[in-house]
């Protein structure tokens, strides 16, 4: 009876509202580890983040967030951080960020994540105006 | 005045030697589900689940198991039931299963619900049963099974 009376009526302006700007966000953040002079692979860096998923979430939670980071920045750029880019789903952002706030310690030693910048849109991670150099 | 809502979750434990079913005690339940909660969902979902979370009612001739946790997150245990796959006590290591019959929001929906399922696996039962003496010793079982849960939860 309902759907009959819907598809009688003509199309009407239709105002959608989304609580939330977008089903994917990016995040940039930065790892800080005691010995400066580690480097990590992507490899090993993607097993940290899920192992920092797994303590807190558990097994059942580590593939749902997904992410991977799929463009690390040179070292040359940025010669005392090392910045990464995650891509997650809405709904695990809050996981992955509380994952990586807890993150602690890496391989017997100390090491911390930053969140430097979350937005939705990839362009707006080019800028930050925290480490812009004027002139 | 606001009702601290709690969920009971009906559960049975399945093991291959049915002697071995006696020597479970809620403790080896306990920790094995809070173990299982630990691993499937990390330290949040161990954190969220031990709060309110206990055993309150183990038969251990019939394997019937009623675990006792808060309505906001029932669903962490329920999800990690499956995980479980052995139960300790004294050293001893017993492989069973968890099997989840019901969820109830009071102890007596779920003694009625373990009354009603008692009877159809009864009248599932009796027709495949060979001999009198067979038929009369599985409806004894139930009985006892319904009376003894009756009596612990006037208890």
Same mark, same amino acid.
């Given at each position: 009876m309902r759907r009959a009376h819907i598809q009688d009526q003509p199309a009407t302006y239709e105002r959608l509202v989304y609580k939330n700007t977008s089903l994917y966000h990016y995040m940039r953040i930065s790892l800080q580890l005691e010995n400066e002079s580690t480097r990590l692979s992507a490899a090993q860096l993607k097993q940290l983040i899920c192992s920092g998923l797994r303590d807190l979430y558990g097994e059942s939670n580590v593939l749902q967030t997904s992410d991977f980071p799929f463009y690390l920045l040179s070292n040359q750029t940025f010669p005392l951080f090392r910045s990464l880019f995650l891509f997650v789903s809405f709904s695990g952002l809050v996981k992955l960020w509380s994952a990586l706030t807890l993150l602690g310690s890496y391989q017997n030693e100390l090491c911390s994540f930053r969140v430097t910048q979350v937005s939705p849109? %990839? %362009?707006? %991670?080019?800028?930050n105006s925290r480490e812009l150099e004027l002139d | 005045m606001v009702r601290l809502k709690s969920r009971y979750l009906l559960c049975e434990v399945c093991v =291959?030697?049915? =002697?071995? *079913? *006696?020597?479970?005690d809620d403790r080896a339940i306990y920790t094995a589900a809070k173990a299982a909660v630990a691993r499937a969902h990390g330290d949040y979902g161990a954190a969220l689940s031990s709060l309110g979370f206990s055993v309150k009612y183990l038969n251990a001739h019939t394997g019937i198991v009623f675990l006792r946790c808060r309505k906001s997150h029932y669903r962490l245990i329920w999800s990690a039931l499956p995980f479980i796959t052995s139960l300790e006590n004294r050293g001893q290591r017993v492989p069973c299963f968890l099997n989840c019959l019901h969820v109830g929001g009071t102890i007596r929906t779920c003694q009625k619900f373990l009354v009603r399922y008692n009877t159809q696996q009864l009248h599932r039962m009796l027709p495949l049963c060979q001999s009198e003496g067979m038929r009369w010793s599985q409806i004894y079982f139930l009985l006892l099974f319904c009376t003894l849960l009756l009596f612990h939860c006037l208890s």
């Open positions: 849109f %990839l %362009l707006t %991670l080019s800028g | =291959s030697d049915r =002697s071995n *079913l *006696l020597l479970l």
